[in-house]
């Protein structure tokens, strides 16, 4: 297991000099599945494996944290989609629960694996913005 980086961020002249970081362009890069900071190379190397390193600009991977956020976005995601429309479809039309199981059961499965990656992707972006955990150590420039 490794030790949590707990050493406090020291505010000086050159903190406010770092290379400025677009939240949401790194969420978008990120939700894409490329790298945070150059947007070329990949985030990962399989489903939800984050690569070490970026292979056009070198950004390491290794620093993040996304543990199970992913999962917890996706459920409330998926959630959101999935529950409206089945007490739509209930209300509405009320077919027969067998029906509605064959449907939703897969159709919440597929949506499930279709979004976890592109989340996870955007968390490490998030995380690397925000210079979360070892993200604020500046890499070399691509
Ligand atoms: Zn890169």
């Known amino acids: 297991m490794e030790a949590v980086n707990t050493q406090p961020i020291t505010w000086s002249q050159?903190?406010?000099?770092?290379?400025?970081?677009?939240?949401?362009?790194?969420?978008?890069?990120?939700?894409?599945?490329?790298?945070?900071?150059?947007?070329?190379?990949?985030?990962?190397?399989?489903?939800?494996?984050?690569?070490n390193a970026c292979s056009v600009c070198?950004?390491?991977?290794?620093?993040?944290?996304?543990?199970d956020l992913p999962a917890y976005l996706v459920i409330v995601i998926v959630g959101h989609?999935?529950?409206?429309?089945?007490?739509?479809?209930?209300?509405?039309?009320?077919?027969?629960?067998?029906?509605?199981?064959?449907?939703?059961l897969p159709l919440t499965f597929a949506a499930s694996l279709l979004l976890l990656q592109p989340v996870k992707g955007a968390v490490i972006g998030l995380q690397w913005a925000l210079r979360m955990h070892g993200f604020d150590e500046e890499n070399p420039e691509p």
Do not use: N, S
Not at 61 to 66: G, K, L, Q, S, V
Not at 81 to 94: G, K, N, Q, S
């Open 58 to 67: 070198g950004q390491d991977f290794t620093p993040h944290r996304a543990d």
């Open 81 to 104: 989609i999935m529950v409206p429309l089945a007490l739509m479809i209930e209300t509405e039309y009320a077919p027969p629960v067998a029906l509605q199981l064959a449907i939703y």
């Open 14 to 51: 050159d903190t406010g000099t770092r290379e400025k970081r677009d939240v949401w362009l790194a969420l978008k890069r990120g939700f894409q599945g490329r790298c945070p900071r150059c947007g070329e190379g990949k985030l990962f190397r399989a489903f939800l494996k984050a690569d």
